[in-house]
């Protein structure tokens, strides 16, 4: 970033569309030769193109309070608890994630007008049938399955020859009764190619608190094709979204903390900027590890929640 920030001049906010591999860095945690990092200086959004600059100036009405989906109930038995939100979807025990539903009781607390769908109810269907919420915010378990070898035995899931030709296919969240074998219909995993389907025209911020959800194929010149920019082509304003596997205790502290913000008036940007700087002070999360997963993407300006 020297080169780059030589020309900034006073300038302190960045909208960032990086390429290929950059795709996965968070700016925010390169080291200056102050030995700062940059998220101490400055602000820095995300855009999946430079084509985000013309739909940052379109604004669409919300029709619904927030929506909140948050620790389904995968189907299998067991006693395993996850301590991060991903997973290798080739297992057949998907361990429960009691943080989320923690964490979605927490963020009720904080906007009382939203719905929470948990356990049963945390399904697919019910996030493609969401009727325009302004948050909708989704707590579970995410993936990214790089592309197969060839002559690489299919997964479970993959189980069919054009998840190999199509990249959205292998990206996406884990949601209420998922079965392994499938991949289109209510099967309760929501790949990135079916969210492109949806009409998140309106959704003004989509928060994605899980792992790997920010990640996918790499295309240079062409960017991420996973979640990110499934979210984008489907029309929401904003999206809060990870570059790897996230604690599970260590995100529900950040997100309660997130909408804290959000509802004071703080920007979607500079809420997250605010708790990365918060957490950089203490001893615990000081490491980029924690502060660093999640990345804000689109409209950085605040939001109104009536």
Known sequence: MQPIRQLLGNTK?????????????????????????????????????GRDLLRLKDKFASQQSPLIVADPFYGKAGEKVALTRSIDL?????????????????????????????????????????????????????????????????????????????????????????????????????TALETTNLNLVGIKLVVLSACDTGKGDIKIGQGVYGLRRALVIAGSESQLISLWKVSDDATKDLMVAYYGRLQKGEGRSEALRQIQLGMLKGEKQKHPFYWASFIPSGDATSMKFD
């Open 90 to 190: 080739s297992e057949f025990t998907f361990p429960g994630l009691p943080g989320t539903e923690e964490e979605a009781k927490a963020i009720k607390n904080i906007l009382p007008q939203a719905t929470v769908l948990t356990g049963s109810q945390a399904t697919e269907n019910a996030v493609k049938q969401a009727k325009k919420p302004n948050i909708l915010h989704i707590a579970t378990h995410g993936f990214f399955k790089p592309e197969r070898n060839p002559g690489e035995r299919n997964s479970p899931l993959q189980g069919e020859r054009n998840v190999v030709e199509n990249p959205l296919l292998r990206s996406g969240l884990v949601l209420a009764g998922v079965t392994i074998g499938q991949s289109a219909g209510d099967d309760g995993v929501l």
């Open 13 to 49: 906010t960045i909208l960032l569309s990086p390429d290929a591999a950059l795709n996965l860095i968070p700016f925010e945690a390169l080291v200056d030769e102050n030995n700062q990092y940059l998220v101490e200086n400055y602000h820095i959004t995300y855009l999946t193109s």
